[in-house]
């Protein structure tokens, strides 16, 4: 009987671990992503962005912090969601520990252009994703729940596999030149499936969760959740069909439409939730990001409205690379960091005294995160990012070393409150 005990609660502890792995990686990458930008503040200029220095730092920030966090996330609350234990969790960490090598390979072949490297590591990235894409897919398979969150998670899933499968092929490319000037066609289709299908569905389709339960908010309409993930689909597959018939001027401001359009519904699905809540402050750190929805839908709204009187705009690197970087940087980014000041404390408060309650005395959730602190901090990184994508746009060196560094030091700043929630 001590045995099975001993087993199950070993197993308990791995289902911590597991999501933790992730997360304490994330944050390294982060850290890494911080210090590279400050030694190569030029990297993010619109004459570098793709050259080695911009290629590696970018996929380092992507698949290193932001998607290596997501994935942390998604094994913890893809329980919640489907009611089901994770899969498996040995192939969970098998899936870590490929995609890990993976990725940091990856970051330093990119930055050296060493193309077997970059091929390698790549093949070790797409290994892991697979793992993971298996594990999670297999865990949804097993539950009978069907509902929006499920259906975003799938779809996030899918379009994770695309973006991963579309960057080897591209990357293959280097080596055995087969695209021609398909590349470009297949780079767009990349940064869609990529930036809009992967962590956009990710963040919508877990909003619709998690909202309510910040807002303590019962009996709200979930009549606009369909439509959102239907016009978001709609978005991508306009802009797929764009880059492969290479039309970009007459169909994108299609998928523009579509995609306003998505995040409009989305601020309705938003309002429903607040209009039946319980508890008037979700927390600071998620009231900041339901001002980042706002904020990225007013500017989505207006490139697509410009797009219509000049459709040259979307195809003007001046103009979408400081929006790229935003949504990238800013609304990507910072959600997830807000998202954390809620996410953390709970993850490691379970952890931590989940089997102490009742028996001893355990600190509360709210003394294990500053709420006004995490605001401050998370307006400073969106005021750096503001001045960083200045930086940028002015192009002078100089300004560029200061601004990337500003930017830099908010995020290790902010990275260090979340981490003092691990010690207490």
């Known amino acids: ?202 963040i919508v389709g877990y909003s619709f969760k998690m909202l309510p339960m910040f807002y303590l908010s019962h009996g709200h309409s979930e009549k606009w959740q369909k439509w959102i993930l239907f016009t978001l689909h709609g978005a991508i597959i306009v802009s797929a069909i764009a880059a492969l018939l290479e039309r970009a001027t007459l169909l994108f401001p299609l998928s523009l439409g579509l995609l306003s359009l998505s995040l409009v519904l989305f601020i309705l699905q938003i309002k429903e939730i607040q209009s039946k809540k319980f508890k008037k402050n979700p927390g600071k750190g998620i009231s900041f990001f339901v001002f980042l929805v706002y904020l990225f839908t007013f500017m989505t709204c207006s490139t697509f409205l410009a797009s219509i009187f000049n459709t040259e705009l979307i195809v003007n690197n001046t103009v979408i690379a400081p929006l790229l970087f935003f949504y990238i940087f800013g609304f990507v980014s910072i959600s997830i960091l807000a998202y954390l000041s809620k996410i953390i404390p709970f993850l490691w408060w379970t952890f931590r005294y989940g089997n102490q309650v009742g028996k001893t005395d355990t600190p509360s959730l709210s003394a294990m995160m500053n709420e006004t602190i995490v605001l401050r901090k998370l307006i400073l990184i969106f005021i750096s990012l503001l001045i960083f994508i200045c930086g940028l746009i002015i192009n002078i060196p100089a300004i560029s070393f200061l601004t990337s560094g500003l930017f830099a030091f908010s995020i290790v700043y902010y990275l260090g409150t979340l981490i003092k929630a691990f010690t207490i």
């Open 1 to 202: 009987m001590q045995g099975i005990q001993q087993t199950l609660s070993a197993n308990k502890a791995d289902q911590f671990i597991l999501p933790f792995s992730f997360i304490i990686t994330s944050f390294f990458s982060l850290v890494i992503f911080s210090v590279s930008l400050i030694i190569t503040p030029s990297a993010f200029l619109s004459t570098v962005v793709r050259q080695p220095d911009g290629l590696s730092l970018s996929h380092l920030f992507i698949l290193g912090w932001a998607t290596m966090l997501a994935m942390g996330a998604v094994y913890q609350l893809i329980a919640v969601v489907t009611q089901q234990s994770i899969y498996s969790l040995k192939l969970g960490f098998f899936h870590f520990g490929f995609y890990i090598i993976g990725v940091m390979g990856l970051f330093l072949s990119l930055k050296s252009f060493h193309v077997q490297g970059m091929a390698i590591f790549g093949t070790s990235t797409v290994i892991g994703v697979a793992l993971f894409l298996f594990n999670v897919l297999s865990t949804i398979k097993q539950s009978k729940l069907k509902n929006p969150v499920i259906t975003a998670s799938t779809s996030a899933l899918i379009y994770l596999g695309l973006t991963v499968f579309t960057g080897l092929v591209m990357v293959l490319n280097f080596q055995f030149s087969f695209l021609g000037s398909s590349h470009s066609s297949i780079l767009i289709i990349h940064l869609w499936v990529g930036l809009v299908g992967w962590f956009l569905f990710l």
